[in-house]
């Protein structure tokens, strides 16, 4: 299986705040990475596809990039209804693996 | 607008099968990919596998022999059976779609459903 790594697993930011999540896979995925937000008992909900791509009404805020084995997710001004775990997901397997979460909480 | 919709028994015992079935409303089952992922409490997100109404299936690895997916077009639903339970099994169970072709990501999901496994 491919292996993702996130870090930071928490990390405290205050509204406004410029926040960057990262994304490590144990081999090359190309660009064929997902991110997702989840808020307590929700679904996760879908922010990103291939890298860099924005799902349809996600907020321009959210933005992300990398190839390869390395990538980011950006939020240019956190927002209140931005304190959430996020996570990445490679699918250039079969078998879908997700990073282990990043908990995004007020400062 | 796609939704899905998880139900079935919230407690299993150990040893057990553990049977979820996914609703889909808004769209027709017949023409993408269906995915179950779950969730321990607390804890990250886990792959299960995913069937699609042609008999495609395939899942993880480390539950392979443990899971059957399977898609019921007549009622616009898809069902998971994990045999053999046991309390690492406890979970919030997802259902989600695949819009193409495996793999990819994935784009509309149930809301959860929790399973207790608990003698």
């Known amino acids: 299986d491919i292996q993702m790594t996130q870090s930071p697993s928490t990390l405290s930011a205050s509204v406004g705040d410029r926040v960057t999540i990262t994304c490590r896979a144990s081999?090359?995925?190309?660009?064929?990475l997902a991110w997702y937000q989840q808020k307590p008992g929700k679904a996760p909900k879908l922010l990103i596809y291939?890298?860099?791509t924005l799902e349809s009404g996600v907020p321009s805020r959210f933005s992300g990039s990398g190839s390869g084995t390395e990538f980011t997710l950006t939020i240019s001004s956190l927002q209140p209804d931005d304190f959430a775990t996020y996570y990445c997901?490679?699918?250039?397997?079969?078998?879908?693996?997700f990073g282990q979460g990043t908990k995004v909480d007020f400062k | 607008q796609v939704q899905l919709q998880e139900s079935g028994p919230g407690l299993r015992k150990p040893s057990e099968t553990l049977s979820l079935t996914c609703t889909v409303s808004?769209?027709?089952?017949?023409?993408?990919?269906w995915n179950w992922i779950r969730q321990p409490p607390g804890k990250g997100l886990e792959w299960i596998g995913y069937?699609?109404?042609?008999?495609?299936?395939k899942s993880n690895p480390s539950l392979k022999s443990r899971v059957t997916i399977s898609v019921d077009t007549s009622k616009n639903q898809f069902s998971l059976q994990l045999r053999s339970v046991t309390a690492a099994d406890t979970a919030v169970y997802y259902c989600?779609?695949?819009?193409?072709?495996?793999?990819?990501?994935?784009?509309?999901w149930g809301q959860g459903i929790l399973v207790t496994v608990s003698s």
């Open positions: 989600a779609r695949e819009e193409k072709p495996p793999p990819y990501f994935l784009d509309y």
């Open positions: 069937s699609y109404n042609r008999g495609s299936t």
């Open positions: 997901q490679q699918y250039s397997s079969f078998s879908k693996t």
């Open positions: 081999q090359s995925i190309v660009n064929w």
């Open positions: 808004g769209g027709s089952i017949s023409s993408y990919y």
């Open positions: 291939k890298a860099s």
